[in-house]
């Protein structure tokens, strides 16, 4: 996976958007589950990993996770969330001092930007795409 290549981790937003597309791809999350995920949504024990993503219609679903992925989220925990199991938003921006949710306009921009560096490497990378609907 090409894209997977293009987030420069020795940045923190590296990391950060390499993590969100790891875990997206292993939970098969949608965009908006997955910004909505909770740090005490992921459970890490040694027999039993997942995350807890709730969907439309607040459908609650259990997706087990692989160790790889958890190996990345402990680093990520480590730096962006000192460590510790909260309530807090996984995925995070600093607005005006204070940590916002991050969004999916947010999202969209990174792996646009991804996506043009990896089909620069490689033709076959198809064009990312985000349906992103707004409603009023």
């Known amino acids: 996976m090409v894209i997977s290549f293009q987030p420069d981790t020795g940045t923190r937003?590296?990391?950060?958007?390499?993590?969100f597309m790891i875990l997206m791809y292993?939970?098969?999350?949608?965009?908006?589950?997955?910004?909505?995920?909770?740090?005490?949504?992921?459970?890490?024990?040694?027999?039993?990993?997942?995350?807890?993503?709730?969907?439309?219609?607040?459908?609650?679903?259990i997706i087990p996770i692989m160790q790889r992925t958890i190996d990345h989220y402990n680093n990520?925990?480590?730096?962006?969330?000192?460590?510790?199991?909260?309530?807090?938003f996984l995925f995070y921006v600093i607005q005006k001092g204070k940590?916002?949710?991050?969004?999916?306009?947010?999202?969209?921009?990174f792996m646009k930007r991804y996506?043009?560096?990896a089909r620069d490497q490689c033709n076959k990378v198809p064009y990312v795409?985000?349906?992103i609907r707004r409603f009023t």
């Open 13 to 19: 937003k590296g990391i950060r958007d390499l993590f």
């Open 26 to 61: 292993d939970t098969s999350g949608r965009n908006q589950e997955v910004l909505n995920l909770k740090v005490s949504d992921i459970r890490v024990s040694t027999k039993d990993s997942h995350a807890v993503l709730t969907g439309k219609g607040n459908k609650i679903r």
């Open 76 to 88: 990520y925990i480590r730096l962006f969330h000192d460590g510790k199991v909260s309530d807090e």
């Open 99 to 109: 940590r916002q949710a991050m969004s999916a306009d947010n999202v969209e921009k």
């Open 115 to 117: 996506g043009s560096t």
């Open 129 to 131: 795409r985000f349906r």
